[in-house]
């Protein structure tokens, strides 16, 4: 069974920067991709970046904004998080695809004031 931890969420102002890291537990290989989703409130959950073996893909709503990346020796995935906007504003799930299967963290809030 695979858990995954989220944290790194908070209040930041418009602008800022803030870093989310999402921890698992149990045997990940870097084959498996590794990423991230959000919820703003009243919306539907959002796909926001993904990575594996050392690629990467970014929804076009973040590109060079928002940067993923990975410690599979640590298994261990990050979001560097910069110029935020209150658009941003939602909680961040963490998830891991596991040959088909999808775990997923219980999700960090990160708000953005404006």
């Known amino acids: 069974q695979v858990e995954l931890v989220e944290s790194g969420g908070g209040l930041v102002q418009a602008g800022g920067s803030l870093r989310l890291s999402c921890a698992a537990s149990?045997?990940?290989?870097?084959?498996?991709?590794m990423g991230w989703y959000r919820q703003a409130p009243g919306k539907q959950r959002e796909w926001v970046t993904v990575?594996?073996?050392?690629?990467?893909n970014v929804a076009d709503s973040v590109k060079g904004r928002f940067t993923i990346s990975r410690d599979d020796a640590k298994n261990t995935v990050y979001l560097q998080m910069s110029s935020l906007k209150p658009e941003d504003t939602a909680v961040y799930y963490c998830?891991?695809?596991?040959?088909?299967?999808?775990?997923w963290g219980q999700g960090t809030q990160v708000t953005v004031s404006s």
């Open positions: 998830y891991v695809n596991l040959y088909g299967s999808a775990h």
């Open positions: 149990g045997t990940i290989s870097s084959i498996n991709p």
């Open positions: 990575i594996a073996t050392g690629i990467t």
